[in-house]
């Protein structure tokens, strides 16, 4: 889409898995062009009527309180104000330069919006449509909840979780793109209620990654007196450069995931919206594995200027799925602090010749409990249990795979901390 200077319309999508993409990654205008985002701090919502009359959510009495408390996670974590209303109103505005000036949250199956479900949206359980001019300013949202999918309040196995899917679609409408973390609400993926045999709600709470990357765009509330400092910077690639580079922050007191962006093909990358501290830097390229790069203290109203060497060559990417309860998948595995938790890893090399760990100093691996579930000859998989030791924080944390004591592999945010419970608990501590 190269229309800079028009009026432009696109879609953004929540996909039940979808192929990779980028990292808390901010929409634009066209290539080079402006982040996309609401000039004003308040954004008028309405909820269509049709949310509340409709038979594919169940617990629908209650669907105002979820939204609410989706656009209030927002406000909370920025300084943006998502003010909601309710409206008659059942279509989105049709593709064009204009919308109706209206933006609107609806599941009515009216024409305009069953067509936004043809063909390849067909599986996605919303869909986002923004409008917004040549200078990247966002003139309105429009949410559609897929008509034909069951969504539900109330954790209904195999529907979607309401407050979760309408988290992820309010990122889009505020100008938000896809995040590579995967416990974040961001993330390219979401989860009918039962997957792991969980109810799916851990994307209602926003990551560290979706708070950078709102925080980049609208600023801190104004009671976050530790925020914001940015990083900024190239990667030198080793090897031929062909593969995608990822750039990552830990905290280094915990080891949760900050934030992640992908590295340009040029080696340059920037991250706005962080928490002052001092953070672990690490790389991921899709074709020579993970690696630690260095450490970056990040202060308020800085930007931390760095470069880094990412160290390829040190494996192939070998993590292809973490997996709970005896499923794989490529959704983050939610666990609560104080409990132990089998956990498993899936990859495309025999995993019996490696060691596995997490990014948390409070989350160990029990080495002693390690099986290999046969899985099929295409896939070798690690089953091993995980104290997560009480103290560690809420928030996303990595599972790291070694050889001979050295990171070969990762994946960002494979396991969440939450309040909500996950009562599959191995073991208490
Ligand atoms: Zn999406």
């Keep these: 889409m190269g229309l800079k200077l028009q009026p432009l319309l696109i879609l953004t999508m929540l996909a039940l898995l979808g192929a990779s993409t980028f990292a808390y ?3 634009t205008s066209g290539a080079g062009g402006a982040p996309l985002r609401w000039s004003s701090k308040t954004v008028e919502l309405a909820v269509s009527d049709s949310i509340f009359d409709s038979p594919n959510i169940r617990g629908s009495e209650h669907a105002y309180e979820a939204i609410a408390r989706a656009a209030a996670s927002w406000n909370t974590a920025s300084g943006i104000q998502i003010v909601l209303s309710r409206s008659k109103a059942l279509s989105v505005s049709p593709p064009g330069r204009k919308g109706d000036g209206l933006s609107l949250i609806t599941i009515a199956q009216t024409p305009e919006n069953l067509l936004l479900f043809s063909g390849f949206n067909s599986s996605r359980p919303a869909v986002t449509r923004l409008f917004f001019d040549g200078k990247g300013r966002i003139l309105e949202a429009d949410i559609v909840l897929n008509p034909y999918f069951s969504t539900s309040t109330d954790g209904s196995p195999g529907s979607f979780d309401l ?5 992820h679609e309010l990122g889009h409408a505020l100008g938000l793109g896809h995040s590579e973390v995967l416990g974040a609400s961001m993330r390219n993926s979401v989860a009918r209620n039962g997957l792991y045999s969980l109810p799916f709600t851990s994307a209602r709470t926003l990551s560290s990654d979706d708070i950078a990357g709102v925080r980049a765009l609208y600023g801190p509330a104004d009671s976050e007196g530790h925020c914001c400092g940015s990083v900024a910077g190239t990667v030198e690639r080793d090897g031929t450069g062909e593969s995608e580079v990822f750039l990552w922050l830990e905290e ?10 992908r590295v340009a093909a040029s080696g340059g990358f920037r991250i706005d919206g962080l928490a002052s501290g001092t953070y672990d830097v690490f790389t991921r390229d899709e074709g020579a594995g993970a690696a630690s790069v260095g450490e970056v203290e990040i202060r308020k109203d800085v930007t931390s ?22 499923q794989l998948s490529t959704i983050a595995v939610p666990v609560n602090a104080g409990r132990s938790y089998k956990i498993y890893l899936s990859a495309t090399a025999e995993l019996e010749h490696f060691e596995f760990g997490a990014s948390a100093p409070g989350i160990a691996v029990d080495r002693s409990a390690t099986e290999f579930p046969d899985y099929g ?5 690690a089953a091993f249990v995980v104290d997560v030791d009480d103290s560690v924080p809420e928030g996303e944390y990595t599972l790291r795979l070694y050889r001979n004591g050295e990171m070969v592999d990762c994946i960002v945010g494979s396991v969440s901390v939450e309040k909500a419970p996950n009562p599959w608990s191995h073991r208490e501590l």
């Design 163 to 167: 407050e979760s899917t309408v988290v």
């Design 377 to 381: 000859s295409e896939v070798s998989v």
């Design 25 to 27: 990654e901010l929409q």
């Design 252 to 261: 280094k007191e915990t080891g949760a995931v900050a934030a992640m962006t």
């Design 305 to 326: 200027e760095v470069r880094y060497k990412s160290r390829a060559g040190t494996g192939r990417s070998l993590l292809s799925a973490v997996g709970f309860n005896g």
